[in-house]
């Protein structure tokens, strides 16, 4: 390929010739050709192409003409290709079986019928234009409304087929999406429980707090009302005329005497009341005082206890309700972060499965668009995507204009690769004899040997021969003793034999590799 131009080295290729079958009809094939035509028009506007298959016997030009058949065609009908067949067969009746060739003559009319034909859509079979056809990556030529159309139905099918393998998948993806939304309903209910229990836990201390201060505010008039007590039994043990002298200064207040009526009035003449008598009469009455005194503070005392009581009971029952808001605001917290565990579990679960969902889909909705035609991907457009779909298209139609001075360069071409090939055989033969003569023993194979060789060669005889006798003898004696510096001279003579045998053989190969019917190689 690197004798042809650079315009027709993507769109012209050489293929190997087949074996010829013993049965088969027909003269030897000497070359065969696969060219990529196109009709001349703007770059990117080519509605139609064909790749041809040519065949060029081994009597052309002069004595056999090119046998030509349409291998791929895109955008061309049968009528099409059948025309170009008959302008490829007048054209080589009217050009063939001449000095000059008539390949260029041939494409030249396959060009032009090609340029003739209507392209038609592979869809609804009907003649359309550039403007209103589209360009596809398998080749193949459309209408922009028969390929939308087709898309959609394609489309429709995967959606279909995808919706019925994704039925379980979409089931079980919905019943996590319905315990996701309870499950968050549950997190949004525990979340106004713990607002409220710290609400109520709030209140609770508050309250406990002021039964306290109340507890203890009772218990510190009690324990007062007792200094008090204690205070006055110490003032008792005194002298009496002090208690005499301070008993209408204590803090209850003088005493109140009642004098009988009529007191100090006597018929009995200057009558007066005892002094003595008088000085006792106040304290009788003091000692019913401080009874009276003894028994209200009892009474006091006992009211004291029963406030101290109760405020203390409250106190407690404060705080006990405490302790049970306290742990039903644990309670919900612990619910509540259940709650948002379930709740992230959950999300992600429902995640998980849109994902499995959107891959188990796409498994069909990402297949690709096949043309109706050639069952090739349409909207493949990536290098390797058209070669499977062409299976080699050509990237440039070749210009048949300039295929006529190429084509004694084809011809010399073909005929240098059939020399190497016979020249590669028979190399492989003298490898194969080389090989041979090197396992065996190269020493009068090729060549007889020389005279000094046939000298050396009865010297070892008769070594040999020497040496067996001097072994019937005995070992150990004095003539084996002597013998040996001369076994020493024949392993030399024998090493030197040797790397003469070697030299031979190794001329003889530089020999056979250099023969000129294996320049080539």
């Not at 090119?66 to 007048?90: L, Y």
Request: hydrophobic share 35%; charged share 35%; proline share 3%.
């Amino acid at each position: 390929m690197a004798l042809l131009p650079d315009i027709a080295e993507e769109a012209i290729r050489i293929i190997e010739p087949r074996p010829k079958k013993d049965d088969e009809e027909g003269g030897e094939e000497l070359l065969s050709l696969e060219v990529d035509l196109q009709p001349m028009a703007e770059d990117g506007t080519q509605l139609v192409w064909v790749t041809l298959f040519i065949q060029v016997p081994a009597g052309y030009p002069s004595q056999a003409v090119p046998q030509v058949e349409v291998k791929k065609s895109r955008g061309i009908g049968d009528v099409a290709i059948e025309a170009m067949m008959e302008a490829a067969k007048h054209s080589a009746t009217a050009h063939g079986l001449q000095e000059i060739g008539c390949l260029a003559p041939v494409l030249s009319e396959i060009k032009d019928a090609l340029g003739k034909a209507v392209s038609e859509c592979s869809i609804c079979m009907m003649d359309c234009d550039a403007g209103e056809s589209v360009f596809v990556a398998c080749g193949c030529v459309f209408h922009q409304a028969c390929l939308d159309q087709w898309r959609g139905l394609k489309d429709k099918e995967k959606s279909d087929k995808a919706d019925g393998a994704t039925t379980s998948i979409k089931a079980e993806r919905d019943s996590l999406i319905r315990q996701l939304a309870a499950a968050e309903e549950c997190v949004e209910e525990a979340a106004r429980e713990v607002s409220g229990a710290q609400t109520t836990s709030e209140e609770a201390i508050k309250w406990a707090m002021t039964l306290q201060k109340r507890a203890s505010a009772a218990a510190g008039n009690e324990d007062d009302e007792e200094e008090v007590e204690g205070s006055e039994e110490g003032s008792d043990e005194g002298s009496e005329e002090d208690d005499d002298d301070d008993r209408n200064e204590s803090k209850w207040g003088a005493p109140e005497v009642s004098i009988a009526e009529g007191w100090g009035k006597c018929k009995k003449k200057n009558y007066k009341p005892s002094t003595t008598k008088n000085r006792k009469r106040p304290r009788k009455y003091l000692n019913r005082i401080e009874e009276k005194l003894e028994e209200m503070k009892k009474d006091a005392k006992i009211t004291d206890t029963d406030e101290v009581r109760e405020a203390v009971r409250k106190w407690e029952k404060a705080t006990f309700e405490l302790k049970e808001a306290k742990a039903i605001l644990e309670k919900t917290q612990d619910d509540e972060k259940k709650a948002q565990e379930k709740a992230v579990r959950l999300a992600a679960d429902v995640e998980y499965m849109n994902g499995h969902l959107r891959e188990e889909r796409a498994k069909f909705t990402s297949l690709p668009l096949l043309c109706p035609v050639c069952q090739n991907d349409v909207d493949d457009t990536t290098e390797a995507g058209k070669l499977a779909a062409d299976d080699g298209k050509a990237v440039e139609a070749a210009d048949v204009d300039n295929f006529q001075a190429t084509e004694g360069e084809i011809r010399e071409a073909a005929e240098r690769d059939r020399k190497l090939k016979v020249g590669a055989a028979q190399v492989a033969a003298v490898e194969d004899k080389l090989l041979f003569m090197m396992s065996k023993g190269a020493v009068g194979k090729l060549s007889p040997p020389s005279a000094a060789a046939s000298r050396q060669a009865e010297v070892l005889c008769r070594d040999r021969e020497e040496e067996g006798g001097s072994d019937g003898k005995g070992r150990g004696n004095k003539l084996h003793a002597t013998k040996q510096p001369k076994s020493k001279a024949r392993k030399a003579q024998t090493q030197k034999t040797t790397d003469e045998e070697l030299m031979e053989t190794m001329s003889l190969l530089m020999e056979a590799y250099g023969e000129d019917s294996v320049d080539a190689q």
